[in-house]
Nanobody, 116 residues
Framework: QVQLVESGGGLVQSGESRRLSCVMSGDTLDYWAIGWFRQAPGKGREVVLCITRGSESTYYEDSVKDRFTISRDNAKNTVYLQMNNLKPEDTAVYYC?????????WGQGTQVTVSS
């Protein structure tokens, strides 16, 4: 059974950086495409970044372009979300997701709160 566990959330000041981690168990990460999503209070879940299984291409949501970076360490079965220059509007619960045309899996989410 695939499980994803996110960590690294917390309270940060506007302009600061934060790195989120998502560790996969139950399978090998390099078989999967990966996405980070977020859900702000009162809003739906939205995709933030995605990376293909072979890391050939990456999708960025416009508001995080040049600020957020997704990376993967297949040896550690871990995917990272590096968030720089955080803004109050980045406040949300962040989720990692893996998929590949079949079943998809979600982590439990980690809260990021950015104060102004």
């Amino acid at each position: 059974q695939v499980q994803l566990v996110e960590s690294g959330g917390g309270l940060v000041q506007s302009g600061e950086s934060r790195r989120l981690s998502c560790v996969m168990s139950g399978d090998t990460l390099d078989y999967w495409a990966i996405g980070w999503f977020r859900q702000a209070p009162g809003k739906g879940r939205e995709v933030v970044l995605c990376i293909t299984r072979g890391s050939e291409s990456t999708y960025y949501e416009d508001s995080v372009k040049d600020r957020f970076t997704i990376s993967r360490d297949n040896a550690k079965n871990t995917v990272y979300l590096q968030m720089n220059n955080l803004k109050p509007e980045d406040t949300a619960v962040y989720y990692c997701n893996v998929g590949g045309g079949g079943p998809t899996y979600w982590g439990q989410g980690t809260q990021v709160t950015v104060s102004s």
